[in-house]
């Protein structure tokens, strides 16, 4: 049974930076690739940043050069470093990891992963 538990929300005012965190369990990295996702109140869920089993990392335009997605394999722990923080970046974010192929890993959209297993979530905050 997978299990992905995140850490690292919080409150920053915008500008400032994050590190996430999601500790993995019961699975073997090499089988999945991961991503982060996040929902504010109102809005669907929408893809931040995936990296698929070669490494190879895709972030939204939202997002791009401002958050980094990485994975540190001896700790199995993902992460999302969040720089440069907006007020629009506040939602719950999500850590995910599927099973699907490489090409829908780079998908950033909720169909492509469906079957993946979550996190329950942690908290962003950013205020202006």
């Known amino acids: 049974q997978v299990q992905l538990v995140e850490s690292g929300g919080g409150s920053v005012q915008a500008g400032g930076s994050l590190r996430l965190s999601c500790a993995a369990s019961g699975y073997t990295y090499s089988s999945y690739c991961m991503g982060w996702f996040r929902q504010a109140p109102g809005w669907e869920r929408e893809g931040v940043a995936s990296i698929d089993r070669l490494g190879s990392t895709t972030y939204a335009n939202s997002v791009k050069g401002r958050f980094t997605i990485s994975h540190d394999n001896a700790k199995n722990t993902l992460y999302l470093q969040m720089n440069s923080l907006k007020p629009d970046d506040t939602a719950m974010y999500y850590c995910?990891?599927?099973?699907?192929?490489?090409?829908?890993?780079?998908?950033?959209?909720?169909?492509?992963?469906?079957?993946?297993?979550w996190g329950q979530g942690t908290q962003v905050t950013v205020s202006s």
């Open positions: 995910a990891a599927g099973q699907q192929a490489n090409w829908l890993c780079r998908l950033l959209n909720k169909d492509s992963w469906a079957r993946a297993y």
